[in-house]
């Protein structure tokens, strides 16, 4: 009985998400045509057979998050797990921004950088509104706005997708399950405001947590949410993912979720190399980021919806890059991939 009511509770929730998404982004789009109707984006509409595809593979997505939640993977809190009283908050501050986005978008104002950031301490490619974010990832502003911008990009299916890794992940650490799981440490690469993190750690309590990313903001936003209650600090480390201050074969495991995409392609190499130099041998890499074209090929009128909406540099080289033949490059075998809705999942093994 217990089970049925959650499980409801959580569709409920999902499509609660998701009409609340559709209805921002109708919304949004109409006050775009009254206000700027240039900042339009060229983007063809979505056939109905395509609308169709999205919808079963959204459901198969939850369906497979429930069913991991069931089989204990996670806890099916972690399914309800968000700042909703935060979000709740900062939802006006989300339609106050837009129209800035839309300036950004109309001027082809890429580095509209807050003046103050010290330019040297990030590589160039770093310096940019991706998605015409308000100040890039360099501001307070910007890192307390994104996870609501994310979860109605997605519709609501953000965090689910971000939980895929959660699964290869177990995969990934069964072979050490005769250390002390205390001793076992794994690090989130580009962790953002640290929402696969805070999965990662009801997943696996007891572990020890490191993560690593270019912003301070978005750390500072992570440390707000990770490093609050009472248990073991999660070590949040300002650092290019390139070149990690990290010692050689210090984790067991590595995840990275959402950042090849915004990664030129030497930059993507850098960093597979340094997870192979950061992970100890037999430890895993498990990376989600956005589907390719070669994997899902009818997604791809979404795909270039993307980018002709948003400031992506680099998705265009990423979505026909080949993650695998890179992967091998950097010297990881044992690679396997798979597509969840938008999202596909990596994981190999430092052999
Ligand atoms: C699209 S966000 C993804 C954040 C988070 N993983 C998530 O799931 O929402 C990309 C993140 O990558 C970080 N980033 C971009 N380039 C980086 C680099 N070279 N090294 C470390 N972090 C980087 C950004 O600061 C940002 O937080």
């Known amino acids: 009985m217990a089970t049925t009511i959650a499980k409801l509770a959580y ?4 499509q609660g998400k998701s009409i609340a998404g559709l209805a921002h982004k109708e919304i949004s789009s109409k006050l775009m045509e009254s ?14 057979e395509l609308f169709m595809k999205l919808r079963a593979s959204i459901e198969e997505l939850e369906r497979l998050d429930w069913s991991d939640a069931e089989k204990g993977l996670y806890p099916k809190s972690q399914l309800f797990e968000a700042p909703w009283l935060n979000w709740a908050r900062k939802y006006p501050l989300v339609w106050l921004d837009m129209p800035s986005t839309w300036q ?32 890039g990832y360099l501001s307070d502003y910007s890192a307390s706005l994104y996870d609501l911008q994310v979860e109605i990009l997605f519709n609501g299916t953000a965090d689910s997708m971000r939980r895929r890794i959660i699964s290869p992940l ?15 440490r794994i690090l989130d690469l580009a962790t953002g405001t640290g929402r696969s993190l805070t999965q990662i750690k009801s997943a696996f309590p007891k572990a020890d947590l490191f993560g690593v990313d270019l912003s301070s903001s978005y750390l500072r936003q992570a440390a707000t949410y990770l490093n609050t209650r009472n248990n073991d ?23 990275c979720v959402f950042l090849f995409h915004e990664l030129p392609p030497k930059a993507r190499q850098n960093v597979l190399n340094e997870c192979y ?27 270039d919806g993307f980018h002709q909406s948003f400031h992506e540099p680099y998705y265009k080289d990423y979505i026909n890059d080949d993650i695998e ?27």
């Open 277 to 303: 130099r950061v992970l100890e041998t037999g430890g895993c890499l498990v990376i989600a980021d956005s589907i390719q074209i070669n994997d899902s090929p009818e997604f791809l009128p979404i795909m």
């Open 170 to 184: 177990k995969e990934g650490l069964g072979k050490y399950k005769d250390r002390k799981p205390e001793s076992i």
């Open 325 to 351: 033949k890179r992967l091998i490059e950097s010297g990881f075998s044992f690679i396997s991939a798979q597509s969840y809705f938008m999202t596909r999942v990596w994981s190999a093994v430092k052999d």
């Open 35 to 48: 206000f700027f109707p240039e900042a339009i984006p060229k983007s063809e509409p979505i056939s109905k």
């Open 11 to 14: 569709k409920t929730l999902q």
């Open 104 to 135: 950004r978008r109309v001027g082809k104002k890429t580095r509209d950088i807050p003046k103050k950031v010290n330019k040297g301490k990030y590589p160039d490619y770093y310096l940019q509104n991706f998605h015409h974010q308000t100040d």
């Open 233 to 255: 600090l999660v070590q949040l480390i300002r650092s290019n993912a390139e070149d990690m201050p990290l010692a050689d074969s210090s984790m067991q495991a590595i995840t």
